[in-house]
């Protein structure tokens, strides 16, 4: 089986690095990205490559290359399904927020409302893979709808989880540790829609990487990595809390504890808490699927993973009113940082978020600068918690063009993601244009204490 058209359903932060790579590596596919968000669509198609709608270092140079030769974007969804060998369902898959399984299950609504499109315009046979990050047994309820819904032709359905970060996603797209492709492995015809997708990867992935399953394996095994992922950092957050009691130093607890080869010294950095799209979406995937199989002990295991998180964040934000001698009402407060990680403008779940509204609850200022994300995102992030007026919002939290603007007549900086070029601020002006005592909060490990310390900072960094 040959594929020379593939189609992308969702141009987001998966879909559209996912296919510009497998254009760039594949001249030979005509890849079609499309979305039924025509502002994101034209962002893509933007003459001026560096105004693509996600941020990812290493991105603007691939989509360069591809773009209008056989990497396109669109908003002809049926045009695009209807052409396609192979079409990759890229969509968002965000927790339930009302109904059974609210806050906790994923709300497949965007999933069906694609494969219904698919079974509508389809006239060959397709192979359909799923990339967004899915419950377990979601293959079933596609292939179910498809087949019930469909003109007759057949389908193969693959689970192709993506393991790419943001803000490292060209790097782990083009790198990938291994690439998981599920199907129905015993079949004739499923085998042979696995070979499909295997010989794409395999034009600059080794062989030896691409992983093949059964669809529940692949499709459990995304939710089992990150849930291992969170668990880490929720891990040694846990003990951030407890080295801020004792006077052990998390940084050195986590260096001392990775150099056992057992354990590895990825993913142990303390910080105010994990956030992103896919940590807490998984974990509650996990608990949720658990809990509907009555392993009541299995779900409590991996729901501690995000409780712990969610008190490392609230933690946080309770020190700096704490030791702003317990109120921070009226006060300026400045928040550098506002996307979940360094490099992305994703701010899907950042801790931010939610630092800022405990301090907005307690009445303060809050200056915000972020060096990608857009002012727009970060009011619709605030709004969307609904914790108080979109208008209340707007008036007490001022977003900013440089952090300077932002630090400038404040009580407190604190720093929630650890963009690289936090380190080299002139602390030394932020430092003199703040009001004394002019406090500095490290919420990810990023600052030297001893300089900071020197310049005259009280200085708090989380774990130590
Ligand atoms: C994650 C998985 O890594 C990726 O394989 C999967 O496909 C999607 O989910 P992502 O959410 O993009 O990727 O970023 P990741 O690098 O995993 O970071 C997640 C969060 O954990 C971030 O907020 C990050 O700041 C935090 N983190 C990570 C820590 O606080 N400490 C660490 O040591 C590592
Ligand atoms: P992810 O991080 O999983 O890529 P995003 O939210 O960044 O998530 O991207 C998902 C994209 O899918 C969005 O741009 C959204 O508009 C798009 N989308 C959702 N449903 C559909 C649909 N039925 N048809 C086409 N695009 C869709």
Same mark, same amino acid.
């Given at each position: ?8 359903? !969702? ?13 760039? @590596? ?74 059974? #399984? ?29 990339? =967004? ?33 943001? !803000? ?13 492709? #599920? ?6 015809? %499923? ?48 003990? =951030? ?5 004792? +006077? ?9 504890? !990775? ?13 105010? %808490?994990? %956030? ?14 658990? @809990?509907?199989? +009555? ?46 990680? @360094? ?45 108080? =007026? /979109? ?37 030394? @002006? ?25 310049? +005259? ?6 774990? /130590?």
């Amino acid at each position: 089986m040959i594929i020379k058209n593939i189609c992308c359903i !969702g141009a987001g932060y998966v879909g559209g690095p996912t296919m510009a790579v497998i254009a760039q @590596k594949c001249p030979e596919i005509d890849v079609t990205v499309v979305d039924i968000n025509k502002e994101r669509i034209d962002a893509w198609n933007d003459e001026d490559v560096e105004n693509i709608p996600i941020y990812e270092p290493g991105l603007s140079a691939v989509v360069k290359e591809a773009r209008g030769r056989n990497l396109f974007f669109s908003t002809d969804v049926d045009a695009a399904i209807d052409k396609a060998d192979m079409i990759f369902i890229s969509v968002n898959t965000p927790t339930k927020t009302y109904g059974i #399984g609210k806050g906790m299950a994923a709300d497949l609504k965007f999933i069906e409302l694609c494969a219904r499109q698919i079974a509508r315009v389809a006239k060959n046979d397709k192979i359909v893979v799923e990339k =967004s990050t899915l419950p377990v047994r979601t293959a079933e309820a596609l292939k179910n709808i498809l087949d019930n819904t469909g003109n007759g032709v057949n389908y193969q359905i693959l689970s192709n989880p993506e393991f790419l970060a943001e !803000g490292t996603a060209v790097d782990d797209l083009m790198n990938p540790d291994r690439v998981l492709i #599920g199907g129905d492995i015993d079949t004739e015809e %499923g085998k042979q829609a696995v070979e499909a997708l295997v010989d794409i990867y395999a034009h600059w992935v080794s062989r030896e990487r691409l992983l093949t399953t059964n669809v529940w394996s692949s499709e459990l095994s995304k939710l089992t990595a990150n849930a291992f992922l969170a668990q880490r950092v929720s891990s040694i957050n846990a003990m =951030s809390e407890l080295c801020e009691k004792t +006077g052990a130093d998390v940084n050195e607890v986590a260096k001392a504890v !990775g150099m056992d080869s057992r354990i590895g010294p990825k993913f142990l950095k303390s910080s105010v %808490g994990f %956030g992103g799209s896919c940590f807490q979406k998984d974990i509650l995937n996990l608990v949720y699927i658990s @809990k509907s199989f +009555g392993l009541n002990e299995v779900a409590d295991y991996w729901e501690q993973v995000i409780l712990m998180n969610d008190h490392q964040k609230r933690r946080f934000a309770a020190k700096i009113v704490q030791t702003l001698f317990n109120t921070v009402s009226g006060k300026k407060i400045a928040l550098l940082g506002w996307a979940f990680k @360094k490099d992305t403008n994703d701010t899907r779940e950042s801790a931010a978020i939610y630092v800022a509204d405990y301090l907005l609850n307690e009445q303060a200022e809050v200056m915000v600068y972020d060096p990608k994300v857009k002012t727009e995102q970060i009011y619709a992030d605030l709004d969307y918690l609904n914790t108080r =007026s /979109s208008e209340e919002n707007r008036a007490r939290v001022k977003v900013v063009n440089t952090p300077y603007e932002a630090t400038k007549d404040s009580h407190a900086v604190a720093v929630l993601t650890e963009w690289d070029e936090f380190i080299a601020l002139d602390w030394k @002006k932020i430092y003199e244009e703040m009001l004394k005592p002019a406090f500095l909060f490290d919420g990810r490990r990023l600052l030297e204490r001893k300089t900071k310390e020197e310049i +005259g900072f009280e200085f708090y960094a989380i774990g /130590s």
